[in-house]
């Protein structure tokens, strides 16, 4: 997947963030017909429905699970 230059720029700023902040992940879009880890991602998430929020600590695994469905959620820094 190749991202433009603003969203790897947003990414490189949440991954050299020397303290580790909150952030507000909400789910916008369906899991229907996404494939099975997009699924399994969102529920590790602790999401699975829209318009459901959930705010955790953005650790590198965080980071990397929000890559995978960015396309669904919409993430706020807290």
């Known amino acids: 997947m190749r991202l433009h230059n603003k969203e790897v720029l947003t990414w ?3 991954s050299t ?3 580790m902040g909150k952030v507000l992940i909400t789910q916008k879009r369906s ?3 996404r494939p099975e880890n997009q699924k399994r991602t969102i529920k590790a ?3 699975g ?3 459901r929020s959930v705010e955790k600590e953005l650790t590198p695994s965080i ?3 929000i890559k995978t469905v960015g396309h ?3 993430v706020k820094e807290l």
Request: glycine content about 10%.
């Open 31 to 33: 899991t229907i017909k």
């Open 45 to 47: 998430l602790g999401l």
């Open 17 to 19: 963030d020397k303290k």
């Open 12 to 14: 490189t700023k949440f």
């Open 49 to 51: 429905k829209i318009n």
């Open 63 to 65: 980071d990397g699970m």
């Open 72 to 74: 669904l959620v919409e």
